[in-house]
């Protein structure tokens, strides 16, 4: 489904790669949405989890952007040089954006990852995906935003996807 299709009004967790293409401006479609929830449109939900892993993609992407690393093992390269990590900032600004676009973020538990795991093993997904999966359900949620198809395979849940990456 397209993210206009979601109606006014409804809650809706969001997964890392629609923040990612946000503060990246590789989808005009991902802005919108999360304009929509900032708007209070629809309530945004997503986990730690995610907004930790948009914290260290971007600052990956950051890292690449201003030519300190090349691309390719970007993460080895930082753990290697710290000093450029300390030399990163928009990364963390950005991230830090989240909670002020009307979006929650929703704090992972045991329970989750106990019904992760089941996610896993019911529907093949990776770990951080399942986790989110857990978060959504638990919540009582049926809409998820992701660029990511194997949310496609889970029974109940209404993936939404941007079709401009």
């Given at each position: 489904?397209?993210?206009?299709?979601?109606?006014?009004?409804?809650?809706?967790f969001?997964?890392?790669?629609?923040?990612?293409?946000?503060?990246?401006?590789?989808s005009?479609e991902?802005?919108?949405?999360?304009s929509r929830?900032?708007?209070?449109a629809?309530?945004?939900?997503?986990?730690?989890?995610?907004?930790?892993?948009?914290?260290?993609?971007?600052?990956?992407?950051?890292a690449?952007?201003?030519?300190?690393?090349?691309?390719?093992?970007?993460?080895?390269?930082?753990?290697?040089?710290p000093?450029?990590?300390?030399s990163?900032?928009?990364?963390?600004?950005?991230?830090?954006?989240?909670?002020?676009m009307?979006?929650s973020?929703?704090?992972l538990?045991?329970?989750?990852?106990?019904?992760?795991?089941?996610?896993?093993?019911?529907?093949?997904?990776?770990?951080?995906?399942?986790?989110?999966?857990?978060?959504?359900?638990?919540?009582?949620?049926?809409?998820?935003?992701?660029?990511?198809?194997?949310f496609?395979?889970?029974?109940?849940?209404?993936?939404?996807l941007?079709?401009?990456?």
């Amino acid at each position: 489904m397209k993210f206009d299709e979601l109606p006014a009004g409804e809650s809706i967790f969001i997964d890392a790669n629609i923040f990612v293409y946000h503060f990246t401006g590789v989808s005009e479609e991902c802005t919108r949405f999360l304009s929509r929830c900032e708007e209070g449109a629809m309530a945004g939900y997503t986990t730690s989890q995610v907004v930790l892993e948009v914290m260290h993609r971007l600052m990956m992407l950051e890292a690449v952007h201003k030519g300190l690393v090349s691309p390719g093992n970007v993460a080895k390269r930082l753990k290697d040089h710290p000093e450029i990590v300390k030399s990163l900032s928009v990364y963390a600004d950005n991230t830090l954006k989240i909670g002020a676009m009307g979006v929650s973020v929703v704090s992972l538990s045991s329970d989750h990852c106990s019904s992760a795991r089941r996610f896993q093993q019911q529907y093949g997904l990776l770990t951080n995906d399942a986790a989110l999966l857990a978060a959504c359900q638990d919540a009582g949620c049926s809409n998820l935003a992701t660029r990511d198809e194997d949310f496609l395979r889970v029974k109940g849940i209404r993936v939404y996807l941007p079709s401009d990456v």
